[in-house]
């Protein structure tokens, strides 16, 4: 069990200033719907690969002098429900700390918020790091895991680099022994050497955000408990992929994971649909690769933008037919990155 994170964040606490850069995660077995709203308890478990593109460096200062909070994001002061969740996870390190100071949030996202992407899992795996060490909170990497996982879901599997697996954990009366069951950690996959190309359709905020899509979805879906069931199988298979290197099986079982992920949300009432038609000549564009013989697999969040997963030595030719099937798009490539990380504010 790795123990760094907030091993490193004891050394940093006595000053009441600590910065921690996280990158976002992309679930190849997906994450959707609450057995626990609260506490964030996911209905099964999920698994991702952790970017080595587009980090969030947070840096949380703690001001014994404040009456409130200071939250600024990207250089502005926040506002709404994202200045009040990320107090309100601030409370609940203060909680935690048996600390009360105030703290100076300050932090910068290289992702577009909100459009799929997963800004919120490499905000909030960032700032859990730096609040824990600004604050003093003690715990190893499991821990720093569960606590992210309270301001987003899958920000705790963020925590950890390369392929993670988040365990859905199990509701209960019993408050503390439900929180302590979700929990990440890290999956070997040997002889595997993926990339991830992103091509960014539309990079603005979503029209119904995760929260309202996930609660609908499971409240009016007839599709969502087939699918839950099917995912569960789902992660058996794709462990057992991971596990022997098998990368085009993990790709094909990813691929139909996020397409009936997606399908669940078309059956909502009333219906929650991300895709654009660029997302769909993106997916068109992988299956004529596959046909011409390219281990090329989609996966897509709660968003219009389309992931495409596939061997490393591959992607520059993925990212060149992605490009051209959607010109207006941005394309990046991703390889597996690292886990969240304590800095000296320059980003060591």
Known sequence: ?????????????????????????????????????????????????????????????????????????????????????ITAFLDLVRERSGRGERAVVDSEN??????????????????????????????????????????????????????????????????????SSSYAEPVAAPGVDPALVIAVVNAGPKAVSSREAMRRTVDTSPLYEPWAASSRADLVEMRAALGRGDLAAVGEIAERNALGMHATMLAARPAVRYMAPASLTVLDAVLQLRQEGV???????????????????????????????????AVHIAAPGPGARLTDGDGR
């Open 1 to 85: 069990m790795r123990t760094e994170p907030l091993a490193r964040s004891r050394a940093q606490a006595a000053a009441g200033d600590a910065t921690a850069v996280a990158h976002p995660n992309i679930a190849l077995i997906k994450y959707w719907g609450k057995s626990d709203e609260r506490l964030v308890l996911p209905r099964t478990d999920s698994l991702s690969m952790t970017l080595d593109i587009f980090p969030t460096t947070t840096r949380v200062r703690l001001d014994p002098h404040a009456g409130e909070d200071s939250v600024t994001l990207g250089g502005r002061p926040a506002t709404g429900e994202a200045a009040r969740r």
């Open 110 to 179: 290289t992702v577009p918020t909100g459009a799929g992407l997963a800004s919120s899992a490499s905000g909030f795996a960032a700032l859990a790091l730096a609040a824990a060490a600004a604050y003093g909170l003690e715990g190893d990497a499991r821990a720093l895991s569960r606590l992210a996982r309270r301001g987003s879901g899958s920000a705790s599997r963020s925590v950890f680099g390369g392929f993670v697996l988040w365990h859905a954990g199990q509701a209960s009366a019993d408050e503390e022994q439900a929180d």
């Open 295 to 329: 281990a090329a697999y989609v996966t897509m969040d709660a968003g219009p933008n389309v992931k495409v997963l596939c061997p490393r030595a591959q992607a520059q030719r993925v990212a060149r037919a992605v490009a051209e099937a959607a010109p207006d798009s």
